[in-house]
């Protein structure tokens, strides 16, 4: 399994840099909806409060990542799906997406907020902690996104489906990860955002489990 899930990482790692214009696509697109946000905010005052700063954020990244985890299968044709499915195993298949799909959000999310700090300020008093934040986001994003890819792209119009879908899960993680990160910036203790971290950290569990045992049956049709 281990060996099946590497090899599949390394297909989508291999097929990535060779459509270069897919990666390049979501760091401009980051690069721009942050200079539009600077444009917006801090051309006519010189300053930003910081909750409007940190939902800006993650407002911008939530739609990276919709824009960068949609393809996750609809970009695979018919011939070659059919192909994985003689080759590979559903939970091999649906792990190495979510592996791949959070490895890719990482690198997005990572440059992004050093591209947002850099142009609209850092008010982030405990890097430690928003920093974490960010990690929960990519995994959760991803995980949760994945699922709903794979499942949306058995039907028509996948993309507002996989809108659709997702939304449930994604405003609870959202809340959570909007929650840690206004501790990180207002300095708070560590302790005040343990009861979130651990409620996100059960969120992207469950989804991971749930994927494993759901994807099979969703392959097999």
């Known amino acids: 399994m281990l060996k099946e899930i590497k090899a599949l990482i390394d297909k989508e790692i291999r097929l990535e840099l060779r459509q270069k214009y897919a990666l390049n696509g979501m760091l401009l697109y ?9 444009l917006s905010f801090r051309l006519k005052s ?10 800006l954020f993650w407002i911008i990244l939530l739609f990276t990542a919709m824009n960068a985890i949609a393809k996750s299968f609809t970009q695979e044709r018919f011939g ?3 192909y994985y499915y003689t080759l590979a195993s ?10 791949y799909n ?7 999310a990572l440059v992004g907020f050093g591209v947002y700090a850099v142009v609209m300020g850092n008010p982030v008093e405990d890097m430690g902690i928003y920093l974490l934040s960010i990690v929960l986001g990519a995994v959760g994003f991803s995980s949760t996104l994945t ?3 794979g499942i949306a792209s058995k039907a028509e119009n996948s993309a507002t489906l996989m809108a659709i879908l997702s939304f449930p899960i994604i405003i609870p993680m959202l809340i959570m990860l909007l929650k840690i990160s206004k501790n990180a910036l207002d300095g708070l203790d560590r302790g005040s955002s343990l009861d979130e971290i651990l409620t996100l950290l059960a969120i992207d569990g469950i ?4 994927s494993v045992i759901l994807f099979p049956y969703l392959w097999r049709s």
């Not at 690069?31 to 539009?36: E, N």
């Not at 559903?90 to 592996?99: A, D, F, N, R, T």
């Not at 989804?207 to 749930?210: E, I, K, Q």
Request: hydrophobic content about 60%; aromatic content about 6%.
């Open 46 to 55: 010189n300053q930003i409060d910081k909750l409007t700063w940190n939902t």
């Open 80 to 82: 070659r799906l059919l």
């Open 30 to 38: 980051i690069v721009s909806t942050v200079y539009v946000c600077y």
């Open 147 to 149: 699922m709903v890819a």
């Open 102 to 108: 959070t490895i890719l959000m990482l690198v997005l």
């Open 90 to 99: 559903p939970v091999g298949i649906i792990l190495s997406k979510i592996i």
């Open 207 to 210: 989804v991971l489990v749930l």
